[in-house]
């Protein structure tokens, strides 16, 4: 639960940021710490929604996230999200 909260703590600072630079609209994470089943090896997975297209920006945006939140970052928006699992990660990703 401890690294949970510090995943929403750091996002919950960064969140102005990545309106700024990045156009982020939306975003939360969803996998295995949002269900408190992380390990010592687990990425962060980050859903995330954009006010306007970023580009080439995205891989930067990860970068970033990987930087603040100290772990690896799987990075998707919704619209990437495959058909067969946007249900089950919509419910319960957690949005800052």
Known sequence: MGLEENIDQR????KPTL?????VSKI???GSFAREEQTEESDIDILVEFSKPIGLEFVSLKEYLEQE???SVDLVT????KPQLKESIL????YQ
């Open 28 to 30: 939360g994470y969803f």
């Open 19 to 23: 309106q700024e630079k990045y156009h």
């Open 78 to 81: 919704v619209k990437a999200l």
């Open 11 to 14: 996002l919950k600072r960064i």
């Open 69 to 71: 939140l100290n772990r």
């Open 91 to 94: 419910r319960e990703v957690i």
